[in-house]
Nanobody
Framework: QVQLVESGGGLVQAGGSLRLSCVAS????????MAWYRQAPGKQRELVAA???????NYADSVKGRFTISRDNAKNTMYLQMDSLKPKDTAVYFC?????????????????????WGQGTQVTVSS
């Protein structure tokens, strides 16, 4: 069973910084695409930043130049460094990953690809 656990959220003043972490655990063979999404009250969940297994990144226009996504494949961990935070960045931030996990049944190993979400971590930016 694969689990994603986020940490690092909190309350910060405008202009401040936070660093979010997302740790994937379980019988992971490989994590392909990993991403951060966010959802503000009354709004739809939106993509913030994404990173491929090779390190290619893309960002929402609203966070370009302020947020940096990175990953440590050996630790199955993804990070989001958030600088120059603004009140409009206030949201619950979710980790999302496309993961191939292994399972063993009757002595046979199988590989199963799935898309997983973390439980979210609250980021609040005060003005």
């Amino acid at each position: 069973q694969v689990q994603l656990v986020e940490s690092g959220g909190g309350l910060v003043q405008a202009g401040g910084s936070l660093r979010l972490s997302c740790v994937a655990s379980g019988s992971i063979f490989v994590s392909h695409y990993m991403a951060w999404y966010r959802q503000a009250p009354g709004k739809q969940r939106e993509l913030v930043a994404a990173i491929s297994i090779g390190g290619s990144t893309n960002y929402a226009d609203s966070v370009k130049g302020r947020f940096t996504i990175s990953r440590d494949n050996a630790k199955n961990t993804m990070y989001l460094q958030m600088d120059s935070l603004k009140p409009k960045d206030t949201a619950v931030y979710f980790c999302n990953a496309d993961i191939v996990a292994t399972a063993r049944s009757l002595g046979v190993m199988t590989f199963n690809r799935g898309n997983y979400w973390g439980q979210g971590t609250q980021v609040t930016v005060s003005s």
